[in-house]
């Protein structure tokens, strides 16, 4: 059926011991399927997973392809009494209505409509069947005849007959629920308020003959009908959509409720369906899978109309519906082609996993209202339920992705009953010809026959109905990788003032001077080890290497704080080294090392190498060791306003700048005895050090 490759969580088990082969990460983990989620999404044949996280016998069935021409989609179903079952079809080339007997398909009526969108039978045999327009089919062997046509109606979405022979119907654009006579006379019964009446129910009430449920799309309402234009809400679940009603033992039902991606309704793009016209093609909810699925919700009312939420999957939507005799209720999805279950508890199972892409119906058949058969949609595919369990019950895990090329441990389970377990394992995402073949039965407990590979399955086999498997346990440990140094950078803390658009920001405050340099690395790790890192340094020129931390530090973050503050001025390389020897024995660490881009030391300011006042023109000389200087800036009498002046050659950019600027503009009025005025003169390198001097103006 379906298998997919997914990463599984992993978890860390206690160190296991394995032959000699190639070299392995130490540390072992474990694929732990404990879940429903994580014993899906692989093969079910015959059986079911449980949200309690066990497998269990479950449905068998088999497999009908439809007739090419009966179209893609199922969107109703009818049992009949002869044990056949009569499927509506959608496009393309739709509006169908296909026999399903004795392993067999054919096609018994055709519309001519673009959908066949709900069927229905009365007392006496005869079968209905609505269509994306406003008319009403009576079908039988080879012919679909108009039965009724209903006034103003764009398309009919439901069906009901009721036990005096009448036929109720759900309809749109204009929400109506109509009433047709067994002559084929039509009038409306109640008018709901919504675009569209997209399910109907049928149920006994204590003080009437019939109680007409119907669900709506627009608001997403419940109604309880008891008589011509006389109705209640029942319940306004959360959504947009009451998709599908139906009615269990003890006057119990079920609604299946919708919420749309941003709580709207759309018109699909992959096909119409009973939810569209084929003329008109009125805006209305579709029940094939929109690009964002939606929400879907099971609901239960007791005979009293309590609600009670059974079941939720914020994942994709639901589209049919059924109950048993038991009144036990399965639903069908809009994506996956799932089947599930619920029990009183609210414990979820998934009955069925298929193929095809959506669950088009799901139904009952015979007087106990046994589970029937199963109806996947594109593509259009029958599938009677043949028995729970049975001798080809077989579980297959989905395909589990280590990662790396592994070697697999001893594999454990919790079960009962007759099981047998085996693996195989492969290196590509599907399990094909290149896999190797399922091993012989594994003990529990046992070792894993498989030969080693990046992926693997796990598959039992259930050999009576009190059969169960759960916990499976799988320990793997993969091949070692080393790590390797891709990039290393390093710069001082304060770093730079930058715009939006990453330049510097021109005329900004000037450089803070910090002595701790802020070194980053990037590894690639691919097996995941954990990851030790040793960081050196050398001075431009010198051949030895010093630990920039203590040998008694064990750094495992990619960065590092370098404090330079007793350093000498210069050019310097870092170099960073990952190893994995925290994952590895001695014998199997691997080790790489990267080299960084020369790093300039400077921790000493500039100086004045000259400085003078003539007039008004102030000239001078700034030397750095290291360079370059970046900005001289002056201030006068004492005011903390400094103010930038321009080197001679318009640029900082080396590490001698001379200037030779006037600073008429920056004197304010003469003061003292003699009109002079302190000018301090400050200068900084590019690390921030800067220098400060003060000059009289004469």
Same mark, same amino acid.
């Given at each position: 059926m379906r298998f !997919?490759?997914?990463?599984?969580? @992993?978890?860390? $088990?206690?160190?296991? /011991?394995? *032959?000699?082969?190639?070299?392995? +990460? &130490? !540390?072992?983990?474990?694929?732990? @399927?404990?879940? $429903?989620?994580?014993? /899906?999404? *692989?093969?079910?044949?015959?059986? +079911? &997973? !449980?949200?309690?996280?066990?497998?269990?016998?479950?449905?068998?069935?088999?497999?009908?392809?439809?007739?090419?021409?009966?179209?893609?989609?199922?969107?109703?179903?009818?049992?009949l009494a002869d044990g056949s079952v009569l499927l509506g079809t959608g496009p393309a080339s739709g509006g169908k209505v296909v026999r399903v007997a004795n392993d067999a398909a054919t096609i018994f009526a055709d519309t001519k409509e673009s959908a066949v969108n709900a069927l229905a039978m009365d007392r006496a045999g005869t079968v209905y069947a609505a269509t994306t327009s406003g008319r009403i089919y009576r079908v039988s062997q080879g012919r679909a005849d108009v039965f009724a046509t209903l006034p103003g109606v764009d398309s009919v979405f439901a069906l009901a007959v009721s036990k005096s022979g009448a036929l109720y119907a759900g309809t749109g654009s204009d929400g109506d629920v109509f009433r047709v006579s067994p002559a084929g006379a039509p009038s409306v019964y109640f008018k709901t308020?919504?675009?569209?009446?997209?399910?109907?129910?049928?149920?006994?009430?204590?003080?009437?003959?019939?109680?007409?449920?119907?669900?709506?799309?627009?608001?997403?309402?419940?109604?309880?009908?008891?008589?011509?234009?006389?109705?209640?809400?029942?319940?306004?679940?959360?959504?947009?959509?009451?998709?599908?009603?139906?009615?269990?033992?003890?006057?119990?039902?079920?609604?299946?409720?919708?919420?749309?991606?941003?709580?709207?309704a759309t018109d699909s793009t992959e096909g119409t369906s009973r939810r569209a016209s084929a003329a008109r093609t009125p805006a209305g909810p579709s029940p094939i899978p929109r690009a964002k699925p939606g929400k879907g919700s099971l609901w239960r009312f007791d005979a009293d109309g309590r609600p009670e939420r059974m079941m939720h999957h914020d994942d994709f939507h639901y589209l049919s519906l059924a109950v048993d005799g038991q009144g036990t209720p399965y639903v069908g999805t809009g994506a996956d082609g799932r089947?599930?279950?619920?029990?009183?508890?609210?414990?979820?199972?998934?009955?069925?996993?298929?193929?095809?892409?959506?669950?088009?119906?799901?139904?009952?058949?015979?007087?106990?209202?046994?589970?029937?058969?199963?109806?996947?949609?594109?593509?259009?595919?029958?599938?009677?339920v043949l028995s729970i369990g049975g001798a080809d019950a077989v579980w297959t895990s989905k395909t589990l992705d280590a990662g790396l090329r592994a070697h697999f441990g001893h594999l454990t389970w919790r079960g009962t009953g007759k099981l047998e377990v085996s693996t195989r394992t492969g290196d590509t995402p599907t399990p094909d010809s290149t896999w190797s073949a399922w091993s012989a039965p594994v003990a529990y407990g046992g070792p894993v026959q498989s030969p080693g590979g990046r992926f693997v399955q796990v598959r039992a086999r259930l050999g009576d109905t009190a059969a169960t498997i759960a916990d499976v346990k799988l320990p793997f440990v993969t091949?070692?990788?080393?790590?390797?140094?891709?990039?290393?950078?390093?710069?001082?803390?304060?770093?730079?003032?930058?715009?939006?658009?990453?330049?510097?920001?021109?005329?900004?405050?000037?450089?803070?001077?910090?002595?701790?340099?802020?070194?980053?690395?990037?590894?690639?790790?691919?097996?995941?080890?954990?990851?030790?890192?040793?960081?050196?340094?050398?001075?431009?020129?010198?051949?030895?290497?010093?630990?920039?931390?203590?040998?008694?530090?064990?750094?495992?973050?990619?960065?590092?704080?370098?404090?330079?503050?007793?350093?000498?001025?210069?050019?310097?390389?870092?170099?960073?080294?990952?190893?994995?020897?925290?994952?590895?024995?001695?014998?199997?660490?691997?080790?790489?090392?990267?080299?960084?881009?020369?790093?300039?030391?400077?921790?000493?300011?500039?100086?004045?190498?000259?400085?003078?006042?003539?007039?008004?023109?102030?000239?001078?000389?700034?030397?750095?060791?290291?360079g370059p200087i970046v900005r001289v800036e002056v201030a006068v009498d004492g005011k903390v306003q400094w103010r930038p002046i321009a080197p001679v050659d318009g640029i900082f950019d080396t590490a001698d700048e001379s200037f030779d600027t006037d600073i008429t503009a920056f004197l304010p009025p003469a003061a003292g005895p003699q009109g002079s005025h302190v000018v301090a003169v400050r200068a900084f390198d590019a690390a921030g050090n800067a220098v400060v001097r003060d000059v009289d103006t004469p």
């Open positions: !997919g490759a997914f990463f599984v969580g @992993l978890s860390v $088990l206690a160190c296991a /011991s394995f *032959g000699p082969r190639a070299a392995r +990460a &130490v !540390g072992p983990r474990v694929f732990d @399927l404990d879940s $429903l989620e994580k014993l /899906s999404g *692989g093969d079910l044949h015959g059986v +079911a &997973v !449980g949200s309690d996280g066990v497998v269990r016998a479950g449905f068998t069935l088999s497999t009908l392809p439809l007739p090419a021409d009966a179209g893609t989609t199922v969107t109703c179903a009818l049992a308020g919504d675009p569209f009446v997209v399910s109907l129910a049928l149920g006994d009430a204590p003080s009437a003959d019939e109680v007409v449920f119907a669900g709506t799309s627009g608001k997403g309402l419940i109604y309880r009908i008891t008589a011509p234009g006389r109705a209640t809400v029942l319940y306004d679940p959360p959504g947009e959509d009451v998709h599908a009603l139906a009615v269990g033992p003890n006057r119990v039902l079920y609604a299946v409720a919708n919420e749309e991606p941003g709580g709207a089947v599930y279950t619920v029990d009183d508890a609210h414990a979820v199972a998934l009955a069925a996993d298929l193929n095809e892409r959506q669950i088009g119906a799901i139904g009952t058949v015979g007087t106990d209202k046994r589970m029937g058969y199963v109806i996947g949609s594109d593509p259009a595919t029958f599938h009677r091949e070692n990788l080393r790590a390797v140094v891709t990039d290393v950078e390093a710069h001082d803390k304060s770093g730079p003032h930058e715009t939006k658009e990453g330049l510097p920001a021109s005329g900004g405050p000037p450089p803070k001077h910090d002595a701790v340099v802020h070194v980053t690395w990037k590894v690639d790790n691919p097996d995941n080890d954990e990851l030790r890192y040793e960081v050196r340094f050398r001075q431009e020129g010198q051949a030895r290497w010093l630990d920039a931390t203590s040998s008694d530090d064990v750094l495992t973050k990619p960065e590092l704080d370098w404090d330079t503050s007793s350093l000498p001025e210069g050019k310097y390389r870092l170099r960073v080294e990952a190893s994995d020897e925290l994952a590895n024995p001695p014998a199997e660490v691997t080790r790489h090392g990267l080299e960084s881009a020369p790093v300039v030391v400077d921790n000493t300011p500039p100086f004045f190498k000259t400085l003078g006042i003539q007039g008004h023109r102030l000239r001078g000389e700034v030397v750095d060791g290291v």
